[in-house]
């Protein structure tokens, strides 16, 4: 179990599921860069934690929920979470704290864009239930995303296979946490869509002797220059 | 690459910085004069009577704009920057090899090489409209002998010493280099703590830009500007952003100073003769040399070891960032910047 100090965000184990230098690079270096893609995310996050509570449809509707998991050492937030009224826990119906009667909660969690080919959204939503599953005592077999494009609602399933991916994570993040040492970068086509490519540069020179041979030789061709 | 951003000089007395919604608004005698969005901003320098509203500083502070106040000669007074940005283990190391001699004896070989071979560039770049120029040709072949001698690994006490021989070797022909006005702009030596004539006076305004464009970028990457390797501690001394000037003073200050002077964008009467000898400008002139310095912040050119394109605003920032990544080992050397 780890302490309250100890927590690492949820966003990181997206960063780190896309690739390790750029988890590092922001949760261990400090470092972000915004690019438009992120700027966009904010004004999309911001509107998602504007209102307060609302009931729809007899579902209850919460947003900007902040989490935690002890046992994964996670922190963050649910952009939303919808609570059904259910009639009994065996119906997978929980207490809340403040409300009366059983929910079924479901996590909605918003993105600009569209569903993505790797599977880094479906972590978060994941790490976002493990946090969730912990605080309330309850089992969560399903949460979902919205999509800014197109507007639709994608559903994620909780399996096991998810849930193991998820956890090895966490324990990957925090292993290069607590080495305090960066990554090296591999430069792969997804290099071209990181916020980060011009802090990580993936592409400068960096074997042994890289900087050496650069100094030696731009010397050399700076003297090699002849005086009139 | 990283987006150059504008920076704002303030430099008329009286004037108010506030805050308006997402703007930075100034005021003279209460009257709006300027009103600018701040995510056009990297940062606010004033000089002279400017003050600035608490708002406004919180407001920059939470948008990474850095606020800071100069004399009207350009002495740096104070600066506002928000939380420290970065990494304390970057911070560890870069004091950790402060503290190691051949570590830092390596850095600093750098850092003078490539100073020693873009000043030898300057005079190259004059002396060849200058064919016949004995002593300029001179001075160049000195230099040549100086990066000779710092080819191989030597002691930084070694180090300080063919730094400073190189600077008197150049500056000592650095008259040669002015080719216009040649009456009202005369260059003897270096003079700083006052500059004593109008050149002097030009190249301790625009390294006092510059220094300040190098500390910022140093606090942008995560390395704290006071700690140098060439430059010993001094409390009060930003030596590590001294440090980065050494490679960048040739190519980005020295030569717009010549270039303002040659081209004659600035005259002789924008500059006055204090009873102390002391020389100072006058805000026209200051106004100039801002508007070229900025100017010369859009240049694109190809930086030696990144080999990408980049504009010369970003030097500061590209430089600490690979010494940054130096001091975490992901480089096996400080790549300096060294022009062609």
Redesign the interface.
């Known amino acids: 179990m780890f302490t309250e100090d100890d927590l690492l965000p949820i966003s990181a184990l997206q960063h780190l599921a896309f690739c390790e230098r750029q988890a590092a690079l922001i949760h ?4 972000w ?1 915004e690019n438009k893609l992120t700027v966009e995310g904010h004004g999309l996050h911001d509107k998602v934690h504007e209102d307060d509570a609302e009931v729809r449809n007899g579902v209850r509707l919460v947003r900007g929920l902040r989490v935690r998991s002890l046992e994964f050492g996670l922190v963050g937030a649910i952009d939303m979470l919808e609570l059904t009224p259910v009639d009994s826990a065996e119906a997978g119906g929980v207490a809340l704290p403040g409300l009366r009667g059983r929910f079924l909660p479901y996590i909605v969690e918003y993105k600009r864009g569209r569903p993505k080919l790797d599977h880094c959204d479906e972590i978060q939503l994941c790490a976002q239930a493990l946090c969730l599953e912990e605080m309330l005592g309850a089992s969560i077999a399903e949460s979902a995303f919205f999509y800014g494009t197109p507007r639709r609602r994608h559903a994620v399933t909780l399996d096991m296979d998810l849930r193991a991916e998820t956890g090895r994570l966490a324990v990957r993040l925090r292993e290069i946490i607590d080495s ?3 990554p ?1 970068p591999e430069y792969a086509p997804r290099c071209q869509n990181c916020s980060l490519i ?2 990580c ?1 993936p592409q ?3 074997q ?5 041979r ?3 030789r ?2 050399n ?3 090699s ?1 002849e ?2 | 690459m990283k987006k150059l951003l504008n920076t704002l000089y303030v430099m008329t007395s009286g004037s108010y910085l506030s805050r308006q919604g997402e703007t930075v608004v100034v005021r003279q005698d209460d009257e709006i004069k300027l009103q600018l969005p701040i995510h056009t901003l990297s940062a606010i320098m004033c000089f002279g009577q400017v003050s600035a509203s608490a708002p406004l500083l919180g407001f920059c502070a939470a948008r990474k704009v850095t606020v800071s106040f100069f004399s009207m000669s350009g002495r740096f007074m104070a600066r506002m920057v928000g939380p420290v940005s970065g990494n304390v283990l970057l911070r560890k190391a870069q004091y950790r090899r402060a503290d190691d001699q051949a570590f830092t004896a390596d850095i600093a070989r750098s850092f003078i090489l490539a100073k020693i071979a873009n000043c030898r560039t300057v005079l190259l770049r004059a002396s060849r409209e200058r064919i016949g120029d004995t002593v300029l040709a001179g001075a160049a072949d000195d230099l040549k002998t100086h990066l000779l001698n710092l080819s191989e690994p030597i002691a930084l006490d070694r180090i300080r010493g063919k730094e400073g021989d190189a600077a008197r070797t150049y500056f000592s022909v650095f008259d040669r280099l002015i080719t216009s006005q040649k009456e009202a702009f005369v260059f003897h030596e270096r003079s700083r703590r006052p500059p004593l004539d109008n050149i002097n006076a030009l190249l301790s305004f625009v390294y006092t830009l510059l220094a300040h464009d190098v500390a910022s970028a140093l606090e942008g990457v995560g390395l704290d500007p006071a700690v140098g390797f060439l430059h010993r501690d001094r409390p009060g001394r930003p030596g590590l952003a001294l440090d980065i000037m050494e490679e960048l003073r040739p190519f980005t200050a020295d030569r717009l100073v010549l270039s303002l002077i040659n081209l004659r964008q600035i005259k002789a009467e924008g500059f006055e003769k204090t009873a102390s000898g002391a020389v100072q400008m006058n805000d026209a002139t200051r106004k100039i040399v801002l508007t070229e310095y900025q100017k010369k912040k859009q240049e694109e050119i190809r930086h030696p070891f990144l080999n990408e394109k980049v504009v010369v605003g970003l030097l500061p920032h590209i430089q600490a960032m690979l010494l940054a990544r130096y001091l975490r080992g992901d480089l096996d050397g400080y790549p300096a910047f060294i022009f062609r």
């Open positions: 261990l270096e400090g470092e860069q305090g040492q960066t090296p011009d802090l540069l400068a020179p960096r042994e002797g890289s900087v050496s650069y100094l030696k731009t010397i061709e700076v003297t220059e005086t009139a």
